[in-house]
């Protein structure tokens, strides 16, 4: 996934202003695929550049008010076609499973205690999004948008249920270590 199309999927549902923008992203779009202010409002710009959005029309603003962007026929068509195009999974870059992979032939020092860590994060994730998932889908929500909508944030419930539960299994690994020596 790309930030542009990121971008014009937000702008697609609800035409906002880069700085309602950014709040959405922190609410929702943040949680699969992050961006900082910064990148969201340059990125802005060269959509805008490109043709695939355009401040809306009579709001030019002058110098510190907003400007609010709606995605123009050729953003939509991109964003269609990116849509429909064959991606490849993309490859597991995770840091604590390099560390423990290193805790193997240096010491396992200080990983349990990062683990436990990583329990609460992922914990603290889960229960957000078990939350959010009761909050904006009750049983009879079935539209398309809602349904793949839903989708995504069953991801995020998968995969924070997964963490949470590798994460326990790793620290009863742990639990039976007979020392801090390497392998």
Same mark, same amino acid.
């Given at each position: 996934?790309?930030?542009? +199309?990121?971008?014009?999927?937000?702008?697609? !549902?609800?035409?906002?202003?880069?700085? !309602?923008?950014?709040? =959405?992203?922190? #609410?929702?779009?943040?949680? @699969?695929?992050?961006?900082?202010?910064?990148?969201?409002?340059? !990125?802005?710009?060269?959509? %805008?550049?490109?043709?695939?959005? =355009?401040?809306?029309?009579?709001?030019?603003?002058?110098?510190?008010?907003?400007?609010?962007?709606?995605?123009?026929?050729?953003?939509?068509? %991109?964003?269609?076609?990116?849509?429909?195009?064959? +991606?490849?999974?993309?490859?597991?870059?995770?840091?604590? $499973?390099?560390?423990? =992979?290193?805790?193997?032939?240096?010491?396992?020092?200080?990983?349990?205690?990062?683990?436990?860590? +990583?329990?609460?994060?992922?914990?603290?994730?889960?229960? /957000?999004?078990?939350?959010?998932? %009761? #909050?904006? @889908?009750?049983?009879? =929500?079935?539209?398309? /948008?809602?349904?793949?909508? +839903?989708?995504?944030? #069953?991801?995020?419930?998968?995969? %924070?249920? @997964?963490?949470?539960?590798?994460?326990?299994?790793? $620290?009863? !690994? @742990?639990?039976?270590?007979?020392?801090?020596?390497?392998?």
């Amino acid at each position: 996934m790309s930030l542009p +199309h990121a971008i014009l999927t937000a702008l697609v !549902e609800k035409p906002s202003s880069g700085l !309602e923008l950014t709040r =959405r992203f922190d #609410r929702s779009i943040g949680y @699969f695929w992050s961006a900082t202010h910064q990148q969201i409002y340059r !990125e802005l710009g060269k959509l %805008e550049a490109e043709g695939l959005i =355009r401040a809306l029309p009579g709001q030019q603003p002058a110098r510190g008010q907003k400007k609010s962007y709606e995605v123009l026929p050729a953003g939509r068509a %991109e964003l269609a076609r990116w849509t429909a195009a064959p +991606h490849d999974p993309k490859p597991l870059r995770d840091t604590m $499973l390099l560390r423990l =992979r290193a805790a193997a032939v240096v010491g396992t020092a200080g990983v349990e205690a990062d683990l436990r860590r +990583h329990l609460k994060l992922h914990e603290r994730q889960l229960a /957000e999004y078990e939350e959010i998932e %009761e #909050r904006d @889908f009750p049983p009879g =929500r079935d539209s398309t /948008e809602d349904r793949l909508r +839903h989708l995504v944030l #069953r991801a995020g419930i998968d995969l %924070e249920t @997964f963490w949470t539960q590798w994460i326990g299994h790793a $620290l009863a !690994e @742990f639990a039976e270590l007979p020392g801090d020596e390497p392998a």
